[in-house]
Structure formats: C-alpha cells, structure tokens
C-alpha cells in the first residue's frame, strides 16, 4: 500500500476517535447549581465521650451525651439519638460551617429502671450513614432507695463523664442523702474504692458514687457542677462534723456530702467556715404565654459554599418555624443580603411564602445570591424573616441570622 493512502487512513482514524470522545463524553450538568449533592469530606468517624458505658443514673437526672464527629464537613444532614432503638432526637444541619470535626451533645432525662442502650447515627445528605455506635447504661429507680454502682474500666477518663448518679436533693436536711448499698454476703465482701496517696501533701478523697457538687455545705447551695465514682479529688477542708467536704473542682473548688466522698485521713483536713447561706431569690409568677403567630430559624442556616468568593453563587438552605400559637399567614418575605463592612453596600435577594401552621417548620427550597462588588475587603451576611413586618409576631426579635464577618477573595472578578 503507498504512503499515500497510508497518510489518508491515519487521518480518517484521529477524525473517528475525535467524534467518538466528543459523543460519549459526559456533558455539565445543567440546571441551578446546588441541586448536586456534595461530595464527602471522607469516611465519618462517630466517637462517644459521655456517657461512660454502664455509667448508672437515677431516674430523672439528665444523661449529659455529648460526641465527636470527625471526617465531616457541609453535607452533614442530620444527627439521630436513639434510645432503645426509638429516635429521641433528630438534629438537621448540625454542622453549619461546615467544619472537618464537630461536637454534638444532648441531654436525654433518664427514665425507666433498669439496662438502656443510647445510640448516635451521623447522617450525609446523600443519603449515606456512619456506622452506630453505642452505650449501656443503667438507670436506677428513686423509689427504691437502693443503688448498685456500675463497675467502669480502669481507662476510662472518667473527668469525661461529670454527671452520673446525682443524689436527690432534700429541702429538710443540710446534706445530702446518702445511697443505700445492698448488704454483701460473707463470701462477697465489698470493698470501697481506695483513695489515692497524696503526691503533694494534699489530702485526696475518692467519689463513692456520681454527686452533685455545691457551692457550700448543704442542699440550700446551688449545684456548680457534678463527678463521677471513682473519681479522685483534692480535699480542701470540712465541717466539724465531717458532714460536708470541700474539694477541688477543676479550676475551682464545691463542696460533696461526707456520705458520698471516702478521705482516707479525715481528721487530717483543716476545719474550714462554711460560706454564708444563699438568700432565696424570690421566683416571679409565670405569666401566661402571649397568643399569636412566631416566625423563627429552625437551626442555623447552611451556606454553601462559606465564606463565597467573588462571582461565586452561593446557595442558601433555611428551615422556618412557626413556634407561636396561631398559624402563620401568607405574604411573608426573607432577605438574604451580603453586606460590605466599609461601605454598607448591599447584594440582596427577596423571596415571598404562604403561610405555616403553628407548632410546625418548612424547609424552603434552595435559595441563591452571587456577589461581584468589593472584594479583598470585608463582608457579612444577614438573613432576615418577615423583613417588612407584614406578620404581627410575639416575638419580632428572633427574625435575623448574621454571620461572621469574612474577606470576599477575587475568585474569578
């Protein structure tokens, strides 16, 4: 075959290949931008702090849970706490900002004697999952006046853990009821847990069981805090009696019932006054809840991208409630506005929606703003509900969401 013919098939073949890349090449998704779901700062990573497992509480004290989730960012959709597989909680948007690592906690009122299993699920909006993860703890009931301490690994950080069992308060006594422990047969005997040797001179107690600590010697002082068993405190001083001790207290100090702190040597503490008794502020009479609609962020609002640059289009995704008493009516208008620091100089978007029942929450659909004016400076970002007050609210101070401030960077101006 001639050369010449060779040249012309070699010609033919890169025009074929070049046709067939350009009709099986994917195109640009058309349409508004923010509808594609965004990808994954990496695999999620769901770690409990609180409670510690089989921690025990009495029934009505507040289970203090509280996680850290790493390998997040602007897709987190929500976070679900379950308890005994039933969702108690179910929190949208957890992670405005959209940052690597955040924390989560809720308080879950323990309720029902006996094993409960707390569970935390992170969810994307892509719909994907962490991995469960969970904790048992005991809850023991008041009615009982009887306590058994969950056992807690040696390494566990229990300082993690400041609330567990909290004694009931007595308004007819100046300390603190002490939990009843079941009688040990002779061939179990229970020992307490030992107190650690002073490394300092300081004498050191042990927490029996998980305690409220005060501000003074008696149930009439406020509760500063909590510890949980087996925890290992400085000893400060005492009443004459030993019926109150006062410890330290991370960076401060309370005071813990004698029943409920083990000090090895307790006639070693110094006697210390008791500060003076707090005089009971009178509490005012509740008034009864104003009638009417109420117009309310539900959560905070998710920005994407923050902080934008220039040109970019930011999507805005909102949730509204209505946590007023009457349906909210139609007619209602939001304002979205980037505002520049230096000058006030605006870009603003307005949108218009009907009305919402009471006691209930919409999610707008995607809203979008682009700036292209002073950047290299300083800009914030306001959203405003029912910015012409076209609905009387019981409360007209809960109808704004301000950002941090941020330098709007040249992007493609």
Known sequence: MSSHWLKQLSIAWMFLS?????????????????????????????????????????????????????GAGTDIDRVEVLVDNTIIEARFLPNPMGTE???????????????????????RSNGSSST??????????????????????????????PIEVMPTPSDSTSSEPAPTVPTPTPSEPTALPPTAAPASGTPQGTILVGSN?????????GTIGSYGANQVVDVLGRLTDNSWFKIKYYNG????????????????????????????????????????PNLAFNGSPLIQPFPPKCKDVVAFYIRVQNNGQVALGSGWEIYIRDIHVASNAMSEFRATFDSIPAGEWIELPALFLSVDTNFDSEHRIEIILDAKNNIAEINEGDNIHETARYTLTKGTC
Do not use: K, M
């Open 101 to 123: 690592t955040f924390t989560f906690t809720h308080a879950w009122q323990a309720v029902g004697a006996g094993t409960h299993t707390l569970s935390l699920v992170v969810f």
């Open 253 to 292: 100090d309370g005071w813990i019932a004698g029943t409920l702190i083990s000090v090895a040597d307790a006639q070693s503490v110094a006697v210390i006054t008791a500060p003076p008794t707090p005089t009971p502020t009178p509490v005012p009479p509740t008034a009864a809840p104003p009638q009417g």
């Open 18 to 70: 070049t046709l067939a890349c350009a009709l099986t090449a994917p195109s640009t998704p058309q349409g508004v931008i923010g509808e594609v779901a965004p990808v994954p700062s990496g695999e999620l990573q769901v770690t409990f702090v609180t409670p510690l497992e089989q921690a025990t509480y009495l029934e009505g004290v507040a289970v203090n849970i509280l996680a850290r989730i790493s």
């Open 213 to 221: 600590i005060r501000s003074g010697p008696g149930t009439e002082y």
């Open 132 to 161: 469960p993860i969970s904790r048992t703890v005991e809850v023991a009931s008041n009615a009982d006046n009887t306590l058994t301490v969950a056992s807690q690994s040696d390494s566990a950080d229990a300082s993690a853990n």
